[in-house]
Nanobody, 126 residues
Framework: QVHLVESGGGLVQAGGSLRVSCVVS????????MGWFRQVPGKEHEFVGS????????RYADSVKGRFVISRDNAKNAVYLQMNSLKPEDTATYYC???????????????????WGQGTQVTVSS
């Protein structure tokens, strides 16, 4: 089974930075398009960004564009979300997902990914 584990969440002040990680085991990581989503209790999951299998192409939601950077290290089976200039509205549980088939990264719905991690909480204080 493919297993995803997020880590790196925590408490950070507005304007600060934080990097969350997602490590994948049990599958061919380099063949997966990876995505990041976030969720606030009571609200629907929100697309954050995605990255191609090679890491050469990224896609971001308008709300985070210019502030967040997604990268991946296929040698480590890991994908990262570097969050800069954090705002209180970035507070959420952040999830990484893996899409097993296809190469396109225009995947902005949860159902377009095949497996998810448990999430890591990011809290941004004002």
């Amino acid at each position: 089974q493919v297993h995803l584990v997020e880590s790196g969440g925590g408490l950070v002040q507005a304007g600060g930075s934080l990097r969350v990680s997602c490590v994948v085991s049990g599958g061919a990581f380099s063949s997966y398009v990876m995505g990041w989503f976030r969720q606030v209790p009571g609200k629907e999951h929100e697309f954050v960004g995605s990255i191609s299998r090679s890491g050469e192409i990224t896609r971001y939601a308008d709300s985070v564009k210019g502030r967040f950077v997604i990268s991946r290290d296929n040698a480590k089976n890991a994908v990262y979300l570097q969050m800069n200039s954090l705002k209180p509205e970035d507070t959420a549980t952040y999830y990484c997902g893996a899409a097993f088939l296809g190469t396109h990264i225009a995947r902005e719905q949860m159902g377009e990914y095949d497996v998810w991690g448990q999430g890591t909480q990011v809290t941004v204080s004002s």
